[in-house]
C-alpha cells in the first residue's frame, strides 16, 4: 500500500523559509511523477508545484514562482519543497501526491496517492 508522509510544516513568520519534505512508501517510484497541493480553509486544493521523476523538469504555480524549489533524492523516495520569502497567504494545509501515468501534473484529479498533509501557518 502506498503511503506519502508529509514533514516540515509549522508556524513561522512572512518573510521566513520552510522545507517540506514527503517520504514515500509501498512500491516502486521509479518513473512516478510527483507534485504538491495546497488547500487554504474556505478554499479548493490548488496545485503548488510538480516534478518529473528524472528531476531535470519542474513545474511552479505562478504564485510561487522564483521563491520555491521542489526537488527529491528518489534514493530515498523522498520529494521536498523549499519556499522562502513566506506570505500570509501561503498558510494551508500542503499535500504531496502521486501523478497518475501520463496525468496532468497541474490537476488535482490526476493524482492517485495523497499523503495526510502538514499545516503551515505564516503570521504577519
Known amino acids: 500500500q502506498v503511503q506519502l508522509v508529509e514533514s516540515g510544516g509549522g508556524l513561522v513568520q512572512a518573510g521566513g523559509s520552510l522545507r517540506l519534505s514527503c517520504a514515500a512508501s509501498?512500491?516502486?517510484?521509479?518513473?512516478?511523477?510527483m507534485g504538491w497541493f495546497r488547500q487554504a480553509p474556505g478554499k479548493e486544493r490548488e496545485f503548488v508545484a510538480a516534478?518529473?521523476?528524472?528531476?531535470?523538469?519542474?513545474y511552479y504555480a505562478d504564485s510561487l514562482k522564483g521563491r520555491s524549489a521542489i526537488y527529491r533524492d528518489n534514493a530515498k523516495n523522498t520529494v521536498y519543497l523549499q519556499i522562502n520569502s513566506l506570505k500570509p497567504e501561503d498558510t494551508a494545509v500542503y499535500y504531496c501526491?502521486?501523478?497518475?501515468?501520463?496525468?496532468?501534473?497541474?490537476?488535482?484529479?490526476?493524482?492517485?496517492?495523497w499523503g495526510q498533509g502538514t499545516q503551515v501557518t505564516v503570521s504577519s
Open positions: 501526491a502521486l501523478v497518475r501515468t501520463g496525468g496532468n501534473v497541474y490537476t488535482a484529479a490526476e493524482y492517485d496517492y
Open positions: 509501498g512500491r516502486t517510484f521509479k518513473g512516478v511523477d
Open positions: 516534478i518529473r521523476w528524472s528531476g531535470s523538469t519542474t
